[in-house]
């Protein structure tokens, strides 16, 4: 065990690209020099572009969710609104962009939760993760995703109930929810 | 906007190999058939093994939780105990394994959150999630993982100043500290 203070950075010696789907993803072989000093000749990092997570309520502390398949899990399962970033845009923008197109819903209030990098060891690019409240429908989804998507509303005290057993499967949008529900019950004596 | 039961699958047409970096990790371009007919080309997935992710509580409510630089952020950063699962063993079996190996803590009460492909549109093999209570410590910490860490108890409670002022820097252990404190606080009148 280490003093929190000692711990070290990886250092990069050198960095090959071995895959190169760009502006999707590039994948890296890296050649690092851990903290102890032994170096590792195959480490592979994989650059991608970062995302937005939205959990987004009504005024009526209903979740803005969305039923869709994705490719990952391999299965038709329950997430967050949720895009990549854009080049060039600030994160809190490409959040509030992908709650509109998804979902046809804006809010007044936004709140951000964090930026996480998906894959600990990877990279991944990063999930910035934000709360949308009082949310409210104002426009038609008009998302042009490769995944089709209906949208619902999920009273908040029933999420967990979805994530347990199994509606939700992704990570991404099992810590938007997690987080979400967190932060929007501080201050309420939840 | 979609019926869920109209929702459906795509279908893998073709996949290819494009970078094997096994048992770690494995690239495929797929080609794919979207739910609406249309065909891409290059659709890339990755292959990783399974990993095991424990929030443990120890008997006064303090979580343990680990320091350690992780490559992904690239940075020291506060984390959960995680790591792969191994050839034939059960997601708990592992999760028991790394909560021991990592801290040298041990538990008589665990409970599975939920299992998350950690990346949506990639795949990269799935997050198991555990609640451990009553943890103890029982032995001397003895992991072989590249990184060095260093092990802390914080209060259940002072873990979200932790989360939203950037110490906790991957997706992971942000999912597993936020579906840790929810359920943890199930049934407690919190």
Known sequence: MTDREALGCW??????CV????PYLKLHREKVRLEDGRVIDDFFTLEEPDFAVVFA????????????????????NLGLPAGYVKDGEEPLAGAQRELLEE???TAPDWRHLGSFSVHGNRGCGK???????RAERTAEPAADDLEEIRVE????????????????????AAAGMALGISASGEGRGE
């Not at 895959?19 to 760009?22: F, I």
């Open 57 to 76: 309520l009504t005024r009526r502390g209903e979740a803005v969710v969305i039923w869709h398949y994705k490719h990952g899990p391999g299965r038709v």
């Open 103 to 105: 979902t046809g819903y």
């Open 127 to 133: 999930a910035h993760v934000f709360l949308a409240e």
């Open 19 to 22: 895959a190169d789907a760009s």
């Open 153 to 172: 509303l999920i009273p908040r005290a029933a999420l967990w109930e979805h994530i347990t057993k199994g509606d939700v499967a992704t990570l991404g």
């Open 11 to 16: 250092e990069v010696l050198d960095r090959e």
